[in-house]
């Protein structure tokens, strides 16, 4: 059993490559105080909820950066709170219990259910994936064995089972899409002879096509090739890249999406295996309208608003996306961005006193549904975790000078004509409107260096409250028109008040 202390390379200026790797230790230490031993098997650790679904998805996170940090050579025991024999222990423990509770295991979770086999289970492992071979030099061979029937499981039932989905509006799936393709690729080449390879192949090269995939893209592809793709199939993307997902104008997703691409790039350099054909096919052009819509401290400007707690979920995948910016797109905006996040994530962490991540702001979310609020700290621990992982093995080299290459041309505006989607951005500030917002109409003025003014709930809209337990607007009509230096739209919404006491009223 061979330890794996892996080096790290002077890419980065040290103060923050520091800073990172502090914050992702005091939450070990933290995190390492709320592991649940499994009833009856003390061998057996988690974090969070221990459930089947996303309490098994919060598990895996949870893992990976018990793994970075156990294995790093700079690991302090002092901040982390334990020796790095018993955080490798506990690490063990928690991956023990995913094997247990899989479907291929004896055992089931919490909630006397098993995880694994659908159309979203392998996105944990995907986020995790490199706790994998981390921990897999110190498993017996039946263990490792164990784990390896465990993926290929979750690959067959994908291959067997998870049908390609796309669609502007209905069946909007290029996330899932983008990371079953991922996992399909990745164990056809991590356990060769395992899968049908010309079948694997054949599965993600259509999931490929129905991810980053838009109007104009599908008019390139044989019509013979997308009937036999599935049916009822469409472009995910708008041609101005727009997505239209959770029933709204969604910038988070697609930052999910972004990261989804380097995920898997990350993971193919480090075993040296080829990408599959179109990995990145519209990757630059989904990236210059995150860009658009990045303050310059990180934080991602949601026009269209949100559903979600904010600069959270979407917000710690955004992180990703900065690397495969970097280093895939040669885009050195993306340097800024990595420079300005660590201070945010400072000034929340002094508010929370407790190495938590958003112990404060999310009191109550974990007083009412602690099972989401532990996915939310997993989500940022897995994103600090891989920024440390893909750092020190020199897999990326975000905030290294960049080679000559081509910018991208930043774009100062942007416009979606299905959501009546409006946005300008000058050296100044950050303008938009959109009529098919998460909560329309929502329009937002900000500041370009002020990002905690950002607002989008209700934001500049008009509001009508009455007295039933759902206030909201439907949209009626809307146009508009624009010009190099603004633009101008009018629409017409319906308020409405539902759930009132009285019955049917």
């Not at 479907?103 to 909630?111: E, F, S």
């Not at 697609?254 to 295996?273: F, K, M, N, T, V």
């Not at 009529?435 to 509001?463: K, T």
Request: with cysteine; glycine share 8%.
């Amino acid at each position: 059993m061979r330890p794996h202390l892996g080096p790290l390379p002077a890419l980065l200026p040290a103060e923050h490559a520091r800073r990172y790797f502090h914050r992702l230790q005091r939450w070990v230490r933290t995190a390492r105080r709320e592991l649940q031993t499994a009833p009856d098997h003390r061998a057996l650790r988690y974090y969070g909820s221990g459930e089947s679904g996303w309490g098994a998805q919060t598990a895996q996170k949870a893992l990976l950066a018990f793994a970075v940090v156990a294995t790093d050579k700079q690991y302090d025991p002092a901040i982390a709170g334990a020796s790095r024999d018993e955080l490798l222990g506990e690490a063990l423990a928690m991956l023990r219990y995913l094997l247990a509770t899989h479907m291929t295991g004896p055992l089931a979770c919490v909630d006397l259910a098993k995880w694994g086999h659908t159309w979203i289970s392998v996105l944990g492992m995907e986020r995790a994936y490199p706790a994998l071979r981390l921990l897999e030099p110190y498993l017996p061979a039946s263990e490792r064995e164990q784990l390896i029937d465990l993926q290929l499981s979750e690959a067959r039932w994908i291959l067997e089972h998870y049908p390609v989905k796309a669609g502007l509006r209905q069946n909007n799936r290029p996330e899932s899409n983008l990371w079953n393709a991922a996992f399909l690729w990745r164990m056809l080449h991590r356990a060769p002879g395992g899968l049908d390879a010309a079948r694997v192949e054949e599965k993600v090269a259509a999931l490929i096509r129905h991810g980053l995939s838009t109007p104009s893209s599908f008019s390139a592809i044989d019509p013979a090739q997308l009937a036999a793709d599935g049916p009822d199939l469409g472009p995910n993307f708008y041609d101005s890249f727009a997505l239209h997902h959770h029933r709204y104008l969604n910038l988070g997703y697609i930052a999910i999406c972004l990261s989804q691409l380097a995920l898997l790039h990350y993971d193919c350099r480090e075993q040296q295996w080829p990408e599959p054909p179109g990995w990145h096919h519209h990757g630059r052009e989904v990236w210059e309208l995150l860009r658009l819509c990045t303050f310059p401290d990180g934080r991602l400007i949601r026009v269209g608003g949100d559903t979600r707690v904010r600069y959270a979920y979407c917000q710690d995948y955004h992180f990703l996306s900065w690397h495969y910016a970097h280093d895939v797109l040669h885009c050195p905006e993306a340097t800024g961005y990595y420079h300005g996040w660590i201070d945010l994530l400072e000034r929340e962490e002094r508010a929370n006193r407790s190495g938590a991540f958003v112990s404060e702001r999310c009191a109550a979310l974990r007083a009412a549904a602690p099972g989401y609020y532990y996915r939310l700290e997993a989500d940022r621990a897995v994103a600090l975790g891989l920024n440390r992982y893909w750092l020190r093995e020199g897999l990326s080299s975000l905030g290294e000078a960049l080679p000559p290459a081509p910018p991208l041309i930043a774009p100062e505006r942007w416009h979606d004509a299905t959501h009546g989607a409006y946005v300008r951005r000058t050296p100044r500030g950050i303008l938009s409107w959109v009529w098919d917002a998460a909560e329309p109409p929502q329009g937002l003025i900000a500041p370009i260096h002020r990002s905690d003014l950002a607002e989008w709930q209700a934001n500049l809209g008009g509001e009508v409250t009455g007295m039933g337990r759902r206030n909201f607007q439907e949209i009626e009509a809307f146009h508009g028109m624009e010009w190099s230096a603004g633009f101008a739209t009018a629409g017409s919404t319906v308020h409405i008040s539902d759930g009132w006491i009285t019955e049917g009223q």
